[in-house]
């Protein structure tokens, strides 16, 4: 079966989600084929009769299909119930709303955690490295198979916003506007570096065993936390940890030892050992590796603007915090440039704020209120209602 | 013994350093008392009749008293050979210098992997927690032992500034000159932040056996590998790392796996490999926390003018980076504005690099002719030829 046969598949509701499995493979940039392909995904509003109001939110690194509903293990909300909901920027009376999780993960979509059906154990290492750009094939084809051949938007923060961009890249005919947050068109060295701490702090943790800790039933969890405190710190800036903690003891008095002192070790401790309980020790490994392989120009001849050439029907929205070192501002008015450059359709706002990367999960009316701007202004030129 | 007592002990050339066995304990800001106390240091050039031209250098975090001498276990030449040496800015035909390892070191001075003498063992997590002070307070031994009243100046680059600091606050009368580079008078919530992760990425490690990996023979170098790694990122600037290695690839193409595909990677990784050889992993836990520790104003009655009120006669050096994030020059500019509303002589320049905090060991010319110029009009002022 080729890419070009319809995309189609069994959609069902299960686990709590819904599932698409796929009638053919998944075309990897890397050559191989990833098969069989399930994408787990949610759903808010309803699709209109003439398929006009579809909006794809991409998520970023760690987060999942749960944009706005309960995370069906930790039991928290939607990761982005502040945009999405009645009222809201993105609000399903007027939006058919979809959120998939990323091939690779580990929320139901096809990832290192899922059977490999050559050996009928779980994949491990032996999953192949995939990108971003096979990220949005995943998603394209499920879109297909919902029956809906433009959406009305793309939207995503952090990696979600790489994503963005890989859809105007790869499938501008098939989008009417593209919202991209706090997202850069690659990986820079320091991003690069700090995956890479987090990647060797997995892999030193001997009950990763070389990837196939599911099949020995253990669980990299120390190394992972690691991996994840590291992370967190580049999410939020150095005067919003300040303001946060600053130097604020745990208790009274220092403790002369190795006990958390600090709020902020206190704090990075229960983010390390939270993760580990929603996430997956090589889905981390592979999704990391996407973002580092992510250089939008570099299939397109080391040109950003070759890469949008084709998008100039699609209006975009680039967003970006001031406080933001992970992905500065400088990035996305690269990303700017070139869609001038190319001639599309661009707003661009730098969002001051000291909340750093992580403010597009936060309280930041900002960019509520662009984003709903934006998005007013996109549905009266779409005729929705 | 009290602490009143005139401070000598034995002193010696042993293991290719010198050696001072104190004749009493090292009082700690823990309230502890360690004993015994040796310090390994190293000096360059001669004592002058007048015992006015002793150098005091202090330490970073990681290095030691091998200033401008090959490094005993890696065969590497001195760590400020920039700075050290004839017709550098530290001339030893002109300064008598010496530069002790910090207690809490693994270079020879008293530190974690020392024998404990209540148990014959190493120290590992017996050891008490240190703090700056307590580095302070062990160099004046040794400044007491060697028969030197006043140093000439003290001088030190990241912890080794905080040691200055410390020096201005406990011993000002002690103090002709001091220069601070690259220094903050307390460590932020995301420089604490940081060093969790360090030191989570050591404790994770098995081979740590809660500290006495020593006694089991083991090594957690994995975990103090990830730790050197992370800290690594802080030392250099994002542009730094984007000039030096950008995307670029150590092979022709990507290897689509989980080798070190990129430059910055395979970079990080061989920080990381090398460090273990020369460091110890407990001095590293207590290191980082006695940094952690660190906040000069918090024992003035929160105020840091408070802790300088005495050091008049000190004539200061101030000196930052304008790419250091970890400690950047907003942390000198609280200190210098300290020193101004404590009637001290502050010089202050920010040095524009974009090298980020490891400037203060690379090859920046603005930093040797400032410091040369500095360290001139000082030696005029004290009558040094």
């Known amino acids: 079966m080729t890419a070009q046969a319809p995309i189609s598949g069994e959609i069902e509701r299960s686990g709590g989600t819904w599932r698409f499995a796929a009638n053919q493979p998944l075309r990897l940039d890397s050559g191989a084929t ?13 699709l209109n009769a003439g398929k006009t109001n579809a909006v794809l939110v991409c998520h970023a690194l760690t987060l999942d299909q749960h944009v706005a509903s309960t ?24 939006y058919f709303i979809v959120c998939a999780n990323v091939v690779g993960g580990c929320m139901g979509t096809t990832g290192p955690a899922s059977t490999d059906p050559a050996t009928g154990a779980p994949y491990g290492l032996g999953f192949p490295v995939i990108t971003i750009g096979d990220m949005v094939r995943a998603q394209a084809m499920l879109v297909e198979a919902l029956g809906i051949e433009t959406l009305f938007a793309v939207v995503g923060g952090s990696m979600g916003g790489m994503q963005v961009l890989q859809w105007a890249a790869d499938y501008p005919e098939k989008l009417f506007s593209a919202v ?19 990647r060797q702090a997995i892999m030193a943790d001997p009950n990763w065993c070389g990837g196939a800790y599911l099949a020995a039933g253990l669980r990299p969890d120390k190394g992972l936390a690691v991996a994840r ?24 008095g220092l403790s002369w030892g ?38 939008l120009a570099a299939n397109h001849g080391g040109i950003l603007t070759e890469a949008f050439l084709k998008a100039r029907t699609v209006r975009f929205c680039i967003l970006s ?10 990035e996305s008015r690269d990303v700017v440039r070139a869609l001038n450059a190319a001639g599309c359709r661009a707003s661009f706002a730098e969002i001051v704020t000291d909340k750093g990367h992580d ?27």
Chains 1, 2 share one sequence.
């Not at 958390?260 to 993760?275: I, K, W």
């Not at 915090?321 to 400088?330: A, E, H, I, Q, R």
Request: with cysteine; charged share 20%.
């Open 71 to 94: 995370h069906p293990t930790t039991g928290k909300p939607g990761w982005w119930n502040r945009a999405v909901g009645p009222g809201l920027p993105l609000d399903p009376e007027r």
């Open 359 to 385: 403010a597009f999960l936060l309280d930041e009316p900002q960019l509520d209120q662009t984003l709903r701007g934006f998005m007013n202004a996109q549905a009266q030129a779409r005729g929705l209602g």
């Open 321 to 330: 915090f001031s406080s933001d070192w992970l992905y500065p501002t400088s």
């Open 180 to 198: 991209c947050i706090a997202a850069a068109p690659r990986h820079s060295a320091q991003n690069i570096a700090f995956h890479e701490v987090g």
């Open 258 to 295: 190795f006990d958390a002192d600090f709020q902020v070790e206190s704090y990075l401790r229960h983010q390390g050992a939270s993760f580990v309980d929603r996430f997956d020790a090589n889905s981390y490994l592979y999704i990391t590796r996407a973002m580092d392989y992510f250089d």
């Open 34 to 46: 990833l098969a069989p392909l399930e994408v787990a995904y949610e759903t808010y509003g309803k």
């Open 229 to 252: 405190m590291a992370a967190h710190i580049t999410y939020l800036s150095e005067s919003a940890l300040q303001r946060k903690f600053g130097r604020e003891l745990q208790r009274d």
